[in-house]
């Protein structure tokens, strides 16, 4: 029974480092193009614009929401390379579906990211996370109200992007 507290608490902790909006983006109002201008048309010199932290983490808490609700842990992986908590989180979660467990969690928002330190990249995050339910067959359901928790995460700079380095309580 230690070690299913120890998921849930695991569970509950990155699943509220989320970040989603309901805020519709924006659509830009291109003209019509004429005959006298051309059509611009993209080139392979053109790059990607790169992810900022915060366009990262929240895209990191969605992967790490997804996981807890699937199962799957494939592209958080991929984004917590080096993350020695991320890599314990991902394998609690497989064991929980892998013993046939459900998660019922929906799923988390970002209150607040401020940055802490330039080197390295580090974030303190204000996080809500909805309220999460763990049901693993033969064991008493497990429930967590939903609540805010401030975390600290430290990320690793790539080439357009991040990995998540590092993330705590604080």
Known sequence: MHVRRALALALAVPALLAGCSDDPEPTPKIPEPTSSSPTP???????????????????????????????????????????????????????????????????????????DSVDPPSYIVDVRAAKLRIEIPGESPQVFPAATQRYRMILKPQTDSFTMANYSVI
């Not at 392979?44 to 932290?53: G, I, K, N, Q, Y």
């Not at 842990?73 to 459900?102: I, N, P």
Request: hydrophobic share 35%; proline share 3%.
């Open 41 to 115: 048309t993209p080139t392979e010199s053109e790059t990607a614009e790169a992810e900022s932290p915060e366009e990262f983490i929240r895209r990191w808490q969605a992967a790490a929401d997804e996981m807890a609700m699937s199962g799957r842990t494939a592209e958080f992986l991929r984004m917590s390379k080096g993350c020695q908590a991320c890599a314990t989180y991902a394998e609690q979660v497989s064991d929980v579906f892998k013993d046939g467990g459900e998660v019922d969690f929906g799923g988390s928002e970002v209150l607040a990211i401020k940055e």
